[in-house]
Nanobody, 117 residues
Framework: QVQLVESGGGLVQPGGSLRLSCVASGFTFSTAVMSWYRQAPGKERELVAGILDARITNYADSVKGRFTISRDNDKNTVYLQMNSLKPEDTAVYYC???????????WGKGTLVTVSS
C-alpha cells in the first residue's frame, strides 16, 4: 500500500522557518520524482518544488532563494526547508510522487502551514 505522510506544518511568524517532511512507503522511492505542491484557500494547487536527484531540482519563482527541496533515499523521505516565510506562503502543502517507470502518481494528505503574526 502506497503512503505519503507529510509532517512539519504549523503556525509561524513572518520571516520564520519551517521544515516539512514527507515519508514514503509502498513504492520504489529512489527512482521516483518527488515534489511539493501547495494550495491556498480559494486558489488552485500549484507546484512549489520538485526533485529528481541532488543535481536536478526546480522551484516556483515565488519561492526561489527561500525554499530548498532535498531527499534522503535511505530514509524514503523528501524535505522542504522553508525560510523567510511570508503570509502568502500560507497553504496546505502536499507531497507528490511520480514513479518514472510506470507514471503512477501518488499524493499525500497534506500539512497546513500558516504564516501569521
Amino acid at each position: 500500500q502506497v503512503q505519503l505522510v507529510e509532517s512539519g506544518g504549523g503556525l509561524v511568524q513572518p520571516g520564520g522557518s519551517l521544515r516539512l517532511s514527507c515519508v514514503a512507503s509502498g513504492f520504489t522511492f529512489s527512482t521516483a520524482v518527488m515534489s511539493w505542491y501547495r494550495q491556498a484557500p480559494g486558489k488552485e494547487r500549484e507546484l512549489v518544488a520538485g526533485i529528481l536527484d541532488a543535481r536536478i531540482t526546480n522551484y516556483a519563482d515565488s519561492v526561489k532563494g527561500r525554499f530548498t527541496i532535498s531527499r534522503d533515499n535511505d530514509k524514503n523521505t523528501v524535505y522542504l526547508q522553508m525560510n523567510s516565510l511570508k503570509p502568502e506562503d500560507t497553504a496546505v502543502y502536499y507531497c507528490k510522487a511520480i514513479q518514472r517507470n510506470s507514471g503512477m502518481t501518488y499524493w499525500g494528505k497534506g500539512t497546513l502551514v500558516t504564516v501569521s503574526s
